[in-house]
């Protein structure tokens, strides 16, 4: 048997094409072929179970090797081989119509998988990494003869005689002068680490030595000798193609450390399973929110039937979920297609809502079985929470029940029960309801004790998703203002019907008010005479809630530049019905203005807002009326 013909494609040589659009990427070219190989296994284990094949299957075996003096890989397994036929159909026929297409097409291309998937091109990246491709190959059936197929990488093969005596397959890759980097043992067994880890049959390279007990030596004292076993690199069933009830906690733990060698144990995870209307199995981690740099390291990462694919999961995990850790395996999403594609997919679609309503059942769960372990946790996924409520309305409505509020006194509330517990006091003349919130609870201190004072509560929202929740609640409860602590005066915050009546007298209150406007020279802040209660302060340093809130927002990049832009500005409530005002009032003239000034930076002080010369200033004033 001696044949020779040409792979069926109109134009000479995709070969090179391929090499330049794939380079980037070559190291897939093992991923394909072992994958190749693995399938191959997993037929021939299935045609024996459907009692299409009576021979021995023998142990379910790929092997890699490298010869770096030959400069070879060989990828062999005991899968179903291919008869001479099966090879002219399955490797010759490119699964593409024409290479001219296929260029104009992918010109632009940058990703190797994009191309890989698309045309069925698997076994082609080989050409990547060598210039000379055999397959040596014994089909399983009956009176099959060995084939054997060499291509030097452009459209010619040829196909002759095989000579391996039993059945599978051997591909083994002439390495090119470019990819020598991957003769090396250490190369290749990163890259099967990366791809093969949790492949489904097992895949040796090379041998490792381990020690074994050798009987004991004259003391009693058990002897070693070192023994080279083979080097299975994968753990050919992984947790999560096992069923939840077959597992315990320590399996997801030592699972979690094999992913994630370095990180600290999660607080929980989610198993997922589902079979209709898609494929898809995996184990989701919640991560201690510890360190930023975790994030960026660790990532949930995307297997399909084991092999692992890539841990860029955007599009196919909801955005807020995807600083969880762990696995998805599907072999329903379209992993070799371009992200347009992927965002178009509705199978994608249905994962990513299937995700959510998953993540949303496991909180809902974990918060009614054990309250107190869910506050515990609630610093670390409180920012799942909040930023899954935020940016995913689904989200939104299964977690307002379960999404938690935690006041400055540290006791933690569902939205719910926060209403119940605030709107009796907190409702203004309008009939909202006030929830007052500090994001920095030490320099807002003097706002939080006048709150305080009036038993008004105040939450605690300091996190940095915090001023997206804060409009998100607005928008979503009804009849509810936010408003930060500092942003006025307690009795100014909660606007009641019952007003504290200003004992100044009008010509006074103009007095203090033009006082006032002659000591603070800064540009930006208005002045403001009000009859407040008495024992609030007699001056306040605020910027208007609306104000900054948008201005917060332009500081994250949420698209509210033009509030970016707008020069701050402040109110100067003064408190009228303070005593100091009227000890002002009745001061010397020449004592007024000094005594107006340090009330205003005594307020700016409070505020966090006195600094550099300013503050010298008032500091040396201070032990001059002292
Ligand atoms: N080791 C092997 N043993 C038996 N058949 C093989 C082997 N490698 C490849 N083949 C056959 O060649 C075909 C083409 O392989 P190729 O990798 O190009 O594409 P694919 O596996 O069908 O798709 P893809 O790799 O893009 O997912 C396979 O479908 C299979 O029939």
Known sequence: MKEKGSISIHTENI??????????????????????????VQKIKRLAALGQFNGEIGEPLVEVAVNKEAKTITISDNGLGMTADEIKKYINQVAFSGASEFVEKFKDAKDANEIIGKFGLGFYSAFMVADLVEIDTLSYQENAEPAKWVCDGSTEFEISEGSRSTRGTTITLHINADSEEFLESFKLQEILDKYGKFLPIPIQFGTKSIQEEDGKDADGKTQYKSVEVPNIINTTSPIWTKSPTDLTDNDYLDFYKQLYPFAEDPLFWIHLNVDYPFNLTGVLYFPKLKDDFDFQRNKIKLFSRQVFITDEVKDIVPEFLMLLHGVIDSPDIPLNVSRSFLQADSNVKKINNYITKKVADKLDELFKKDRKAYEDKWNDIGLFVKYGMVSEEKFYEKAKDFALVENTENVFFTLNEYKDKVSPLQTDKNGNVVYLYATDPTTQDTFIQSAKKKDYDVLLLNTPIDTHFVNQMEQKLEKTLLKRVDSGLADKLIEKDEKTESVLSEEESGKIKALFEKVITKPGYTVEVEGYHPEELPVTVSMDEFMRRMKDMAKMGGGMSFYGQMPDS???????????????????EQD?????????????????????????????RSVELI
């Open 592 to 620: 007024q203005e000094k005594l107006a000034q340090q009330a205003v930076d005594l307020a700016l002080l409070a505020q966090g807002m006195l600094k550099g010369p300013e503050l010298t200033a008032f500091v040396s």
């Open 570 to 588: 402040y109110k100067v409530s003064i408190n009228g019905n303070h005593k100091l005002i009227s000890k002002i009032l009745s001061a010397k």
């Open 15 to 40: 070969f090179p094409i391929i090499k330049k659009f794939l380079y980037s990427d070559n190291e897939i070219f093992l991923r394909e072929l072992v994958s190749n190989a693995v399938d191959a």
